[in-house]
């Protein structure tokens, strides 16, 4: 039995509609999208700076019954 609901996240080499097609094809349909910066630390003299570098984008999704 599958689960009722699962998180597909976007991979690096993957459009968002390919990862839509990969949720549709495992029978669910999204219901939610998150999205969450991605950050990397840079120093600059004593300093430190948090510089966004990219995103991650989370679907959450429910099985289609």
Do not use: D, H
């Amino acid at each position: 039995m599958s689960k009722k609901k699962m998180q597909f996240e976007v991979q690096e080499n993957e459009s968002i509609e390919e990862c839509l097609k990969r949720i549709k094809q495992q029978g669910y349909f999204p219901v939610r999208r998150t999205e969450k910066p991605i950050f990397q630390e840079v120093k600059k003299g004593n300093e430190t700076i948090y510089e966004p570098i990219g995103r991650q984008i989370v679907f959450e999704a429910k099985i289609i019954e």
